[in-house]
């Protein structure tokens, strides 16, 4: 990524707050990987068995600990966790847009709805009765806000966004391509056979500073609210079910589902592709590794997982055979240690 106006190492360790060893007057016009940047790029170095790495790195600068710049002869700025500096570099090379106000002609803006104009609405863009779109924030091409919703300030749905119905964004809010916020959530009633819809009459409400990924959907509640806490992070293709509270600073991978009424806490990690079952709670700060099934809640912090790794296709298959006896075995154990008593 390029920047059309480089700085030098000097004025990009100022700005982050870093140490600077080695060449201060580099320039510097984006980032890139550390074996992949060229002079005029930042890389980094989080990782100490990638240190072998350095001797062939040509970039300008290098984000490392204090503890790997021995002996580097190259210009680096000196961090406890140098991927975290990096991030921050990275933003300063890549700024998230800014608005530029006004309404495109071929948008659709409802008489009832109130658009600040500091607000930008894209092409095709349609804003629904009753919502409310803040200052600063934009409104992608394509993008549908139903009724009732509030983009809040500096907020950016960025191409193809759908806000269904009551939902309700706080400040700085990110939503990529193709999410889909406040769609019916998935309550059925038995009646004489057939399936009836149970009205979903809740929202959405997500806080400030999250980011949800693309083609991810998150269903409005059936009474309550659906509730993303601040600093939510959601990658692609996630499903929040109806009712869902999700805690501050938790980050969830790719493909993870997360079914009705589920309480998630503060600073949990999800990993990708696992699931989560209704009704239940998980504590503050809890790793759930990729591919686990949570059936049941988590009351202590701590890292867990459920999904049975990878093998060759005939061990698995003998695996599985046996894994379909175990209760027997099991049964037979028990009725020798009784036998035994």
């Known amino acids: 990524m390029d920047h059309q106006n480089p ?38 170095l989080a990782n100490p068995r990638y240190r072998a790495q350095l001797e062939d790195a040509r970039a300008g600068a ?10 580097f002869r190259g210009t680096a700025l000196l961090a406890d966790d140098p991927y975290v500096a ?30 600040d104009a500091g607000a930008q609405i894209g092409p095709l863009a349609c804003i629904g009765p009753r919502s409310r779109i803040a200052a600063g924030a934009i409104v992608g091409p394509g993008c549908v806000v139903g009724e009732d919703c509030e983009v809040g300030r500096d907020c950016e749905l960025v191409a193809r966004v759908t806000l269904v119905a009551r939902v309700r964004l706080g400040a700085r809010v990110r939503i990529h391509p193709g999410a889909v916020l406040g769609a019916d959530g998935f309550g059925l009633a038995m009646e004489a056979g ?27 509640g059936a009474i309550e609210d659906t509730v993303l806490e601040e600093d939510v992070r959601l990658d692609n293709l996630i499903q929040i079910a109806h009712n869902v509270h999700i805690g501050a600073h938790t980050a969830m991978a790719g493909c993870v589902g997360v079914a009705g009424s589920a309480r998630i806490g503060r600073y949990c990690m999800i990993a990708g592709a696992a699931g989560i079952a209704g009704h239940l709670e998980i504590c503050d700060r809890v790793v759930i590794t990729a591919m686990s099934m949570v059936s049941q809640s988590i009351r202590e912090p701590g890292e867990y997982s459920s999904a049975m790794p990878v093998m060759e296709r005939r061990e698995w298959r003998r695996n599985a055979a046996r894994f379909r006896q175990l209760d027997a075995l099991a049964r037979r154990v028990i009725a020798r240690e009784k036998d035994k008593e």
């Not at 982050?16 to 580099?26: F, H, N, Q, T």
């Not at 570099?89 to 109130?114: E, K, N, Q, W």
Request: proline content about 8%; charged content about 15%; some cysteine.
């Open 7 to 44: 700085i030098t190492a000097a004025e990009l360790a100022e700005r982050l707050g870093l140490p600077l060893r080695g060449d201060p007057g580099v320039r510097l016009h984006g980032v890139g990987s550390l074996t992949g940047a060229g002079p005029g790029q930042l890389a980094f």
């Open 62 to 71: 290098v984000v490392m600990r204090a503890a790997e710049a021995e002996g």
């Open 86 to 115: 990096y991030a921050r570099a990275a933003a300063l090379f890549a700024p998230r847009p800014v608005a530029s106000p006004g309404i495109h002609v071929s948008a659709v803006v409802d008489p009832s709805a109130t658009v």
């Open 194 to 220: 057939h399936w009836i819809n149970v009205p979903q009459l809740g929202g959405v409400r997500v806080g400030d500073d999250c980011e949800i990924g693309a083609n991810t959907t998150i269903d409005r």
